[in-house]
């Protein structure tokens, strides 16, 4: 069975985005970014909601093309692009870059994805994790939280409706304060 894991930057009032989906104060040190790098080469499917999707896929796909790309951002591009990805959304029409759309039940379908055992999945976006989170599907929490209080936006966790113990397996310190901190859930 396939491990999904639930990770992004968080501020530390526990926020994935400011209002206006603010994603300013998040920028990664070479350290960090060279992290998500590698976590993204070693990603066996990511699944993505339609917001970060849309991010994602508005810079990445090119982005080794930009005058001033670094190596790491180079190297980012074509993992990012490789990776095998699946969108859910009801109003994205078209995914390329070794993607594919599921306009149905999410829950359903990360359900079908988890019974495989084919890697790992990382699973973004805050309204498709909450879907996933209140189904019980995610089995890690990995959180990279920066040191700021952005007051509200995107909250990284939804509302449950019990409790889900967790054990920490997992801490590391990045520049500029931010710190990882990765939690399995028991059970």
Same mark, same amino acid.
């Given at each position: 069975m396939r491990n999904l894991t639930f990770a992004m930057? /968080? $501020?530390?009032?526990?926020?994935? =985005?400011? !209002?206006?989906?603010?994603?300013? %104060? $998040? =920028?990664? *040190?070479?350290?960090?970014?060279q992290w998500w790098s590698d976590r993204v080469g070693a990603t066996g499917l990511a699944l993505y909601g339609r917001k970060l999707w849309e991010?994602? $896929? *508005?810079h990445w796909p090119t982005a +080794? @093309?930009? *005058?001033? =790309? &670094? !190596?790491? @951002?180079?190297?980012?591009a074509h993992r990012w692009r490789d990776m095998p990805k699946v969108v859910f959304s009801s109003t994205v029409s078209a995914v390329d870059w070794n993607t594919r759309l599921v306009t149905? +039940?999410?829950?359903?379908?990360i359900t079908r994805l988890k019974a495989?055992?084919?890697? $790992?999945? +990382?699973?973004?976006?805050?309204?498709?994790?909450? =879907?996933?989170?209140? #189904?019980?599907?995610?089995?890690?929490?990995?959180?990279?939280?920066?040191?700021?209080?952005?007051?509200g936006g995107t909250p990284f966790? &939804? #509302?449950?409706? &019990? %409790? /889900?113990?967790?054990?920490?397996?997992?801490?590391? &310190?990045?520049?500029?304060?931010? /710190?990882?901190t990765r939690y399995k859930t028991r059970g």
């Open positions: 930057n /968080v $501020s530390l009032d526990g926020y994935i =985005a400011a !209002p206006g989906d603010d994603l300013g %104060w $998040s =920028a990664p *040190s070479d350290e960090l970014f991010t994602m $896929s *508005s +080794d @093309q930009e *005058s001033g =790309a &670094t !190596p790491a @951002q180079i190297e980012f149905g +039940d999410a829950v359903t379908e495989d055992d084919e890697g $790992s999945m +990382d699973i973004g976006g805050a309204t498709l994790a909450a =879907a996933a989170m209140r #189904a019980g599907l995610i089995d890690e929490y990995l959180m990279v939280t920066h040191p700021v209080l952005v007051g966790f &939804t #509302a449950l409706d &019990t %409790w /889900v113990d967790l054990d920490l397996v997992e801490t590391r &310190t990045f520049p500029g304060g931010v /710190v990882l």
